[in-house]
């Protein structure tokens, strides 16, 4: 049976998550960036080797120089995008709690470590994020009309051919790095889809949650 406020409030406190969502838009903004930044090199890098367009010395420099800066940029904007996910992510479901989540709901906890769990970790999030959804919109009854599915299949996919590449033998020739090419700017391409649409679902659970609350506290 669903917790109430009053039941739940000794385990799950409910807290205002805005600054964590700012925290995450900017986050996530800046990896959005920096993945197009770089689908958008590689495509460029494709159509020089394939002949089709040529650059000046000083240009290419340039680009490189560029390219190399947004490259160096991926660890740190991915660690601190899966930051801030995961704190929104359990602030979001606690809050839920602390509201009297209706039965099945996944624990905050258990939410945030499914991402890591092998095994569950590769249909699990998906999972809890769903529940999320129809616990946040259980009165109104919207649908996220694909938006999840379409958030962790271009998640999925670019972790698969971010494996494929990183497995590629080691030849820098134009015919071999042509296709790792294509390769690499499809993943950043779907890395980018993937972020904005996560950001986007975000989004839509954050604007109930002051309404939920003023109801809780007035």
């Known amino acids: 049976m ?10 799950h406190r409910w807290r205002d998550p805005k600054l964590l969502w700012r925290f ?3 986050a996530y903004v800046a990896a959005i960036i920096t993945y197009l930044a770089i689908a958008l090199n ?4 494709w159509f020089i080797y394939a002949g089709l367009i040529s650059i000046e010395q000083q240009p290419a420099q340039m680009i490189d ?3 190399a800066v947004f490259n160096a940029s991926i660890l740190p904007v991915y660690v601190v995008c899966a930051i801030a996910t995961l704190l929104l992510l359990y602030r979001l479901v606690e809050n839920v709690h602390a509201l009297g989540a209706p039965e099945g709901m996944t624990g905050s906890g258990m939410a945030v470590a499914s991402f890591f769990i092998p ?9 809890v994020m769903g529940k999320l959804w129809r616990a946040r919109f259980q009165r109104t009854g919207r649908q996220p009309n694909g938006v999840i599915a379409l958030w962790w299949t271009t998640f999925m996919i670019s972790n698969v051919l971010g494996v494929i590449i990183s497995r590629a033998p080691a030849d820098e020739s ?3 790095m042509q296709p ?9 391409f779907c890395r980018a889809l993937a972020a904005g649409t996560l950001l ?14 003023a109801e809780v506290f007035a």
């Open 119 to 127: 095994i569950l970790s590769l249909f699990m999030p998906p999972n």
């Open 42 to 45: 590689e495509t460029l890098v």
């Open 2 to 11: 669903a917790e109430t406020y009053t039941e739940g409030a000794s385990k």
């Open 24 to 26: 995450m838009l900017v």
């Open 180 to 188: 790792l090419l294509v390769i690499s700017a499809i993943t950043f």
């Open 65 to 67: 120089t560029v390219a």
């Open 174 to 176: 134009a015919e071999a």
């Open 200 to 213: 986007s679902i975000f989004g839509a659970l954050i604007k109930p949650d002051d309404q939920d609350a």
